[in-house]
Every structure is written in C-alpha cells, then in structure tokens.
C-alpha cells in the first residue's frame, strides 16, 4: 500500500507524502500490506500474535518483580500499538493475557484495522468522492471477520435441561444481533418516549452536534486537520461525548431532566457527528437550547462556517409529523437501510446518493459500510438518554405469568406491558406497550430511582485469566420491599464444539455466546485440537505449537521475589510436604 501511495502521491501533496514517509518508516507494528498490495491478513496477525506473546512469556520467566514485569511488558504494548490489559485486573490475569497468543490475535488485529482506516482517511481514499465511511480493503476484510464469526457460531450447538438444541448463530439471531428486532426494537422504545411525552405535555426537539474542523480530514484537503494531529473518529467521538458530559451536568444543575436518544452517525471522512432526539418539559425548552448550543460551540466556536453546521436544531411541532417518524431515517439507514429507499447525505455543501458498491462478488451497501465502519472504530451507533432502566425491560420479557400472578400491582403493569402477544385474533394479539411500561417505573426521569429494580446475584467465575466477580441478573424486584424478588427463566446450557462437551451455567436465555471462562480440552473424538499458547513454553521451529505444558501462574509465583521476612520457597516445599502434626 505504501509503495503504491508513494508513487501516486509523491512529490505533489506535501501533507499526504509525510503520511506516506510515515507508513515506510514504521519497522516497529505490523506493516499494513504485503510485498503485492494486498492488505495484511490472518496469518501474518497471527504470526506477530505468538511472537509477541512469546516475547511477553520470556520477560515473566526473566523477571522476578510484579512491577518490572508489567513495565516491560507494557513497552512491549506500547511498541506494537496495543493498548495493556487493564490495570484494574489482578498480576496474575494481566500475565496470563499478555502471554496468551488469542489476547495478542484480537488486539493486533484491531490495533492494524483502526491503523489502515485512519491511514486511508488522511490519504483521503475515505471519503464521498473515493469510498465512503470505511475503504474497500476495510469493508472486504470486516466482511471476512463477520462470515468467520458467524461460521464459528453455527459450528457450535446449544442444548439446555429441557432438551432443546440450537446452534449459537440461532440463538444470536433472536437478540439485538439480528438486525430487523433491533431496529424494531428502537423504533419502539422511541415512540414509547413520544407516547409518554404527548401525555404529559413535553416539547420533543431534534439535535444535529458536529464536531469542530480539526476532526474532519474533509477527503485529506484540510490543513487544519493535519495541524491538529489528524485524530481518528475515536478521538471525535470521545470530544463529542466529552462535549455531552458538560451539557448534562448543566442542565442537571438547574433541575432540567431531557430523555430520548443519541445516534452517532459517520461523515464520509469517517468522523462521527450526533443526532439526538429529545424531549423536555416546555419550562425548560428555552434553557436547554442556549445550554446545548454554548457548550456545542465552545471549542471554536469562531470559526467560519460554525455557526451554520455546527449546531442544528429542529422543534417538533404537533400535527406537523411524529418525532418517532422523524428519527426512523436515521436509525433505519445505520442499521440496514430498510425503507429509507436513496441513501442521501449532505457533504462540501452539496447532497449526495451513496450507490452501493461491488467488489468481485461482494456487494456492500451505505448502511453495511456504517456497520462496518462502527465495528472497527468501535463506537457506539444508538443510546438512549435517561429515560427507564432498559434492563429491567429486558429482563420482564424472561418472566412467567405465573412468576408475577401475586406481585404488586406495577410488577403486573410493568410485566404486561413487555409482553408481546401474536394473534391472529384482533382480541388476543397483543404489541408490548414502552410506554406503558415508562408509567409502571415511575415516569420518564426517574432514571435509576425507578419504582422497579433489576435484582442482581454476586457469583464468583472462573474466567479464562483469572477468577472474577460476576453481578448476574436474576429477576426484579420493587424498590419499596428489595428482599421480594420475582425470579426469572434461566436455563444451564451444555456448549458442544467440535466434539467437546462442556456443561456451562448460562444467565440468559438469548446470551449464549460460547463461555469466556472455559478452556476446551483435547479428547479422542478431536484428535487434530491445538493447545492454546499459553500451554507451554517451549515451541515446535517449524509451526510454533508449544511442546510443553507450563503453568504460566504457578511459574510467577515460584519465581517472584520473596517479601522480606517470608519463609524461603525450600521451607514452603518442607512445610507442605511435612504437614504440622505428621
């Protein structure tokens, strides 16, 4: 890729050339194409990921010290581009990640997709006029990703206590991963809010809040953007968000209360901008206004152009269209499309159709290239704000009738409206009612003080790294007698993949994706299984499978310096091999 982008860029773009310098010169992280043109595949990803783990194991086998061992290894991070694990996590979880080549092969792989992206947005190949949202090459291999997930979930079934069977790519397709429920389940809880908003007598209000110039890389024209570092998408999100945080805590000071939601949606450069659908008492219409556009404009605020397309505000009048129609466009474009007909966007102060795309055999349309553009950039496309805990929503729809027949009467009216109920008697059928629901949990600003309580178990779980502390949903309760809990339909599932039975405890009826905390052992029903990196020390020189079982965790604790004071590790053998007593 560097190569051909020198020879078209080379001498003529001073801005894209020093891009171009940069991709050349970066000898330390995985270059992000091959000797042909093509962009860096699994193999080389994984390649890099045993390395890298192998270099981490060796620093825990040369080190004695905790702290020692996390610098290094965190310089390790640090010179491929990884963000460290966590530093909330236990030594010992950190070790075991770090030296776990599938840890490696995840945050590589990442860590390479936001690189070449970022690379293509400065070079200005993403972009209306090139590639919208996302490059080809990042469309084609996050199409690859997902048709690899999606064969790895079918290959693996599912069979609960009561005999019923499925494959996890089924059970994935009855939650929010199927793209038709979780569009039907937005426009829902949207028109729930607007429901409840008619009753009560709130203005809705429809924001447009784009970050400054800096953000944008505007096809790789913008000066500005380049002085400015040339941040990613991640870095627009997280000042849109910063920009949120400030607002909220304005209006909360002064009592103001919105609920709705945020759409995140991306420019053709890739830098996200915010709708927000919004609903307030009229009191406070006036206030939030001028709050929301002084915080919005904050941050050059004087530029040119700013006060025209930085902040955008459209009042929903009755009689004049829904709110909940208005916003359907937009959530129904950044999900699949459906209905929505021409994918239209306003971009260099002109309307544009995004046409789909074929590459080969593969056909990518606007919203597929939005999905995409989500995954790898890993930002949040819909959230809603304040408004009910939607949790306890969920959770009410894994209840029985038979579960609430004596509970109050707002755990019935909760119960019966997350209830949907088909029919093809008009008397019978029945849609779940959001609004209804908003009513039985308090109203739409009681936010975490709702009448009706999401009821959590602390269980202790075996992770994959280390043993964790797990908060479970169980059922619900209300907040007015928290020790009568109305349980909900969990069931224990048995995950069989590629011959290995494994009995897992689920808390879900639609989560069972395959369990984080499982290690799936060879038997003679998987004769070609490969143990995982972290089973060894010593590898094969040919296919780098590791030859020797080593306990990575008892290895630290063996070989880490001993407390002042501490019995030496000869008195600690002498002590468990003669018990007190014997």
């Keep these: 890729m560097a190569a051909a982008v020198n020879r078209m860029f080379g001498g003529l773009n001073v801005p894209r050339q020093r891009v171009v310098d940069a991709v050349l ?12 043109g093509a962009m860096t595949g699994p193999g080389a990803i994984s390649t890099a990921a045993l390395q890298a783990a192998r270099e981490c194991y060796e620093v825990c086998s040369r080190l004695h010290d905790a702290h020692a061992i996390k610098a290094a290894i965190d310089a390790i991070c640090q010179r491929r581009g990884v963000l460290p694990p966590d530093d909330k996590k236990t030594i010992g979880g950190y070790i075991a990640r770090t030296a776990d080549h599938a840890w490696w092969r995840r945050a590589l792989r990442k860590e390479l997709m936001r690189r070449f992206e970022h690379t293509s947005i400065q070079l200005g190949l993403t972009h209306v006029r090139a590639d919208p949202y996302v490059s080809r090459e990042t469309c084609l291999a996050q199409a690859a990703q997902n048709e690899a997930n999606q064969k790895a979930l079918a290959a693996v079934t599912a069979t609960n206590e009561n005999g019923d069977v499925y494959t996890l790519a089924e059970l994935a397709a009855l939650g929010m991963g199927n793209k038709t429920l979780r569009r039907g389940e937005l426009m829902l809880r949207i028109r729930g809010f607007e429901e409840v908003a008619d009753k009560m007598r709130h203005v809705g209000m429809f924001w447009t809040i784009t970050c400054p110039s800096k953000y944008h890389s505007v096809g790789g024209t913008n000066a500005k953007y380049t002085e400015f570092g040339s941040p990613t998408p991640r870095d627009a999100q997280a000042y849109l968000a910063d920009a949120w945080k400030r607002i909220r805590s304005a209006l909360h000071r002064r009592g103001i209360r919105p609920y709705g939601f945020r759409i995140a949606e991306p420019h053709t450069d890739g830098c996200p901008h915010w709708h927000m659908l919004l609903f307030v008492t009229p009191e406070h219409q006036k206030m939030m206004e001028l709050i929301i556009t002084i915080y919005a404009m904050r941050e050059d605020g004087s530029e040119a152009g700013a006060v025209q397309n930085r902040v955008k505000l459209v009042r929903i009048e009755a009689g004049k269209g829904t ?44 919203s597929q290239r939005v999905t995409y553009w989500s995954q790898v950039w890993g930002i949040r496309q819909f959230q809603q704000i304040g408004g009910v805990p939607v949790g306890v929503w969920r959770e009410f729809r894994r209840l029985s009738a038979e579960s609430v027949r004596n509970a109050p009467e707002p755990i019935r009216e909760a ?8 029919s093809d008697n008009p008397a019978i059928a029945q849609r779940a009612d959001f609004a209804r629901f908003i009513r039985a949990m308090g109203g739409p600003t009681v936010g975490r003080q709702a009448t009706i309580q999401l009821a959590k178990r602390v269980e202790d779980v075996e992770g994959r790294y280390e043993q964790v502390e797990a908060h479970r949903p169980v059922g619900v309760y209300l907040a007015a007698q928290p020790h009568a809990v109305y349980e909900s339909t969990r069931y224990r599932w048995t995950i069989d993949r590629a011959g290995v039975a494994l009995a897992v405890p689920r808390t879900g009826v639609n989560n069972c994706s395959p369990a984080p905390w499982t290690r799936i052992q060879p038997t003679t029903k998987n004769k070609n299984f490969a143990p995982a990196f972290d089973a060894g020390r010593s590898f094969h020189p040919d296919t780098g499978v590791p030859v020797e079982r080593v306990d990575q965790l008892a290895q630290y604790r063996r070989h880490k310096k001993r407390p002042a004071g501490a019995p030496s590790a000869h008195l600690l053998h002498l002590q468990r091999k003669y018990p007190e007593g014997h």
């Design 323 to 366: 709110a909940a129609g208005y916003i359907a466009k937009y959530v129904s474009k950044n999900i699949d499309g459906a209905g929505v007909g021409d994918h239209k966007v306003f971009e260099d102060g002109g309307t544009y159709i995004i046409a789909p795309d074929l590459f080969g055999n593969m056909e990518f349309t606007a």
């Design 25 to 36: 010169a970066d000898d330390q992280r995985l270059p992000l194409a091959d000797q042909y």
């Design 415 to 422: 119960y019966q409206a997350a209830q949907k109920v088909e």
